[in-house]
């Protein structure tokens, strides 16, 4: 039985040991039920607004008028009275004011009567969204009246025709967040659709049919009806609310992953906080147990009194993380500004606050049985001061550690909920864990020999290694941590030089799309020498080797895929930015049948090499080319790119449309703009500068919260610091008052424990930034594609702010050892 009175002196007597190991365990709570709430509040905000986020029962959506036959299904059902539908038509263009004076591209989506189905589209008006959006009206978002200095009731030109703005849009169900958007939105009647003129064969624009099940239950039978009309064409996508994937549940989906990712990391740190924290506090206690089984104790009975005291301080913990969780839930409404549907309320799910307990509990249970377990080996003799020989890596260490990968592997598996992913996230935080290890265990290695005339860092360097001393834990907790840090920090300012701060000398900063093949020479003659011309031609893979594409389980990958329709394109050059990676020439000579080049890219989605066959379906027809060469990019950036080029012989005579690419002066875009819209109403313009701004807006958010998240781990990594300080408290005191004894003086002792601290904090740092080098040159080159700087001086930065706050946090815990009194601490050891 546990005797609460022991308990409570032992908790007395350590209070500073029991404040860390609560602020451990509360750590790795608010991560566990913070990340855990976010979660759940957003998926069952989805979950519950499925229909809302679609606005229908049955999503049908092509890139091309869809099939007659289909067409023909929702006719007769809609005569059956079985269902409803309605039409919208979503694509880029350049919209004007009348004096041709500005533009700027929109976002143009032209509905149907009963669009939405589901949800609403609130206007600042308040007034009902089918009776403003009449015919000759327009309904647009506040930044466009801000952008272009318009008001309700000015005419607005888009394609051919002059519309008049009745209102500003505030939400629409079916666009909850506005991720990356290159304008701004703008709602057109469908009776305008032909007055725009910019709907026509070729056009970049997705059709899309919603349709509502006027008799729910039959939902799947109707969806079934209607995909066996679709038939196996994959230009035509037929979902339900249920199964169909949204924007904002991807966005979602990715970025959850990438956070519990850091959630998982900071709870490992948690853990080792929790353990380095209890063996400080037991080895305070080292005489009162050897005491206790002096008198008899055995063993049992001492570990279940301290496994008492680590429930107690466990629950403790618990309670005062569920306490930060629910604060912090006021801040991540903040932090998650502009990316948060309107309809999620972010708050402390139950079942996240019953699964983090769960969690916990067992790992303060995995990591406090190694030090409760080690009690056993502490002897009677240890009242004397004896040290006992301690071997760190025995069986019952090896199979604790080996109980503690199950664990963490299964969290992962939770968590991240793939069984791949979370065997290379596994392997990459033991890889990171056992070079960061064998990095330090080399340094110390090298440090003991060392020998600086220096005499406070000489005796700096002898503190490293006095008994019971955590230095190896502490230099390997802190690489890994700043580690991770450090590498995101560089993988970002690597993605910002590459697709935002500048463009290479010479690169287009300009791009026409949805250029006609009868427009190409008026078009090339009024922007001038230098642009660069590029047939797209729409077509879908439909079969690697004979093999079908599986459309289902190709959108389930976190990147692109290959389900979508592609842009193809013909030429029979490379691009500047190209280079052939596998394969003799871009085409061989020697081959009869239709060739197909891919990018590199293509080959991660998709196995296949050169020799292989590629099955496409192009403006409806079969064709199977066979892949003669793999290429890759020399550059990344907003250059363009296709995944798959022909030979001119196999789609110069397909449908198509032109791509332009334009160098143009910033000063100059907006007048050429002008100039493009009035002559070319159907030719969509994006402005690169202004695309790459949304771009690095959208990259600071997401990399503010991910370092927000990332911050908890570094907060695990200051308190095995601080536990670490505590473990070797009595040394230390030693240390200080022989120091003292022999004549040194207050400022010698401050300077060997700064000296200590600031060793210890250089040599992660150095860890650290050598291991996160690697890994963002790795993730940069083999992950994003894209060429990898170092960034030194900012490295440098990195290395000195960890290891300022290492020396910091070090001394700012040691420095009431400074003021131990000579006298007191020799009184004391006397009297033991």
């Known amino acids: ?83 409803r539908n309605a039409r919208f038509w979503e694509f880029y263009s350049v919209v004007q004011k009348p004096a041709a004076d500005a533009s700027l591209l929109c976002n143009i989506k032209v509905v149907e009567p009963g669009y939405p189905f589901y949800g609403a589209v609130r206007l600042a008006s308040g007034r009902p969204f089918a009776k403003v959006l009449t015919p000759g009206s327009l309904v647009v978002e506040k930044v466009l009246l801000d952008r272009l200095r318009l008001q309700i009731g000015d005419p607005l030109r888009i394609g051919n025709a002059v519309l008049t703005i009745k209102d500003v849009v505030l939400q629409e169900p079916d666009r909850p967040v506005n991720f990356f958007a290159l304008g701004p939105r703008v709602f057109v009647a469908a009776a305008d659709r032909d007055r725009l003129a910019l709907i026509g064969k070729g056009s970049r624009v997705e059709h899309v049919t919603l349709v509502q099940i006027l008799d729910p239950p039959k939902l799947e039978k109707v969806a079934s009806e209607l995909s066996a009309a679709a038939g196996s064409d994959g230009r035509v996508r037929v979902e339900t609310y249920k199964n169909a994937g949204s924007r904002v549940k991807r966005f979602f989906d990715n970025l959850l992953f990438f956070l519990n990712l850091s959630g998982i990391f900071t709870l490992l740190l948690s853990g080792f906080g929790i353990q380095s924290t209890l063996f400080a506090l037991l080895k305070e206690q080292e005489r009162t147990i050897a005491v206790m089984k002096a008198l008899g104790a055995r063993s049992r009975f001492i570990i279940g009194h301290f496994l008492g005291l680590t429930l107690i301080l466990g629950f403790v913990g618990t309670v005062a993380g569920l306490g930060g969780s629910l604060a912090l839930q006021r801040y991540l409404p903040v932090l998650f500004s502009g990316l948060i549907p309107a309809q999620v309320t972010l708050q402390v799910s139950p079942a996240a606050i019953v699964q983090g307990m769960a969690i916990g509990l067992l790992v303060v249970l995995l990591f406090t049985f190694l030090p409760l377990y080690r009690l056993k080996e502490v002897k009677p003799r240890a009242i004397f001061g004896k040290e006992e020989a301690v071997t760190l890596w025995n069986s019952s260490t090896w199979i604790i550690a080996s109980l503690g990968a199950l664990f963490f592997l299964f969290m992962v598996l939770i968590r991240l909920r793939d069984l791949k992913t979370g065997l290379y996230f596994m392997l990459s935080l033991v890889s990171l864990i056992l070079i960061s290890y064998l990095l330090a265990a080399l340094t110390l290695r090298f440090l003991k020999r060392s020998r600086p005339r220096n005499l406070a860092l000489r005796q700096a360097l002898k503190g490293l290694f006095r ?113 052939i990676e596998s394969g003799s020439t871009l085409f061989r000579k020697d081959w009869t049948e239709p060739q197909v080049s891919v990018l590199d890219t293509v080959v991660k989605m998709h196995e296949m090499k050169v020799g292989d066959r590629v099955s496409f379906r192009i403006q409806g027809l079969p064709i199977t080319a066979r892949v003669s060469s793999v290429r890759t990019r020399t550059s990344s950036g907003f250059s363009p790119f296709f995944y798959f080029v022909f030979p001119d012989s196999v789609l110069s005579q397909a449908p198509q449309t032109f791509f332009a690419a334009v160098k143009v002066d910033k000063a100059g875009i907006s007048a050429l703009q002008n100039r493009v819209v009035a002559a070319f109403p159907n030719v969509s313009v994006i402005d690169l500068t202004e695309t790459v701004t949304v771009f690095g807006r959208i990259m600071q958010r997401l990399s503010s919260i991910v370092r927000f998240f990332t911050s908890f781990s570094v907060a695990a990594g200051v308190l095995i610091i601080i536990s670490s300080v505590f473990a070797t408290r009595y040394a230390r005191i030693q240390e200080a008052v022989y120091f003292t004894i022999l004549g040194a003086r207050r400022g010698f002792v401050l300077k060997v424990f700064a000296a200590e601290n600031l060793v210890i904090g250089l040599v992660s740092g150095v860890i650290a930034l050598l291991i996160s080098q690697l890994g963002s040159l790795i993730i940069c080159r083999k992950g994003l594609d894209m060429p990898y700087q170092p960034y030194f001086r900012d490295s440098l930065l990195l290395l000195l702010g960890t290891t300022m706050l290492v020396l910091i946090v070090g001394l700012a815990v040691a420095l009431p050892i400074l003021y131990q009194k000579p006298v007191a601490f020799l009184r004391e050891q006397s009297d033991e």
């Open 1 to 83: 039985m546990v005797n609460t009175k022991f308990l409570l002196r032992q908790m007395a007597g350590a209070k500073r040991q029991c404040a860390v190991f609560v602020l451990c365990v509360a750590l790795s709570m608010i991560t566990l039920v913070s990340l855990g709430s976010f979660r759940e509040s957003v998926e069952s905000s989805l979950l519950r607004d499925a229909q809302s986020l679609h606005a229908a029962d049955i999503i049908i959506k092509s890139h091309a008028p869809i099939p007659q036959g289909l067409e023909r299904e929702v006719a007769l059902l809609t005569d059956r009275r079985e269902i």
């Open 467 to 579: 008994p019971h001393n955590a230095s190896l834990s502490i230099m390997v907790t802190l690489s890994a941590a700043f580690a991770v840090i450090f590498a995101i920090n560089l993988v970002e300012k690597n993605l910002d030089a590459t697709f935002i701060d500048s463009f290479p000398p010479g690169a287009p900063n300009v791009f026409f799309i949805d250029i006609q093949p009868d427009q190409r020479d008026p078009f090339a003659h009024m922007v001038g020498p230098g642009a660069a011309f590029y047939p797209i031609v729409k077509g879908n893979v439909t079969a690697v080797n004979d093999a079908p594409i599986d459309p289902t389980r190709e959108r389930k990958s976190r990147g692109d895929n290959l389900a979508r329709e592609m842009n193809l394109t013909y030429r029979e050059y490379l691009l500047p930015d190209e280079r």
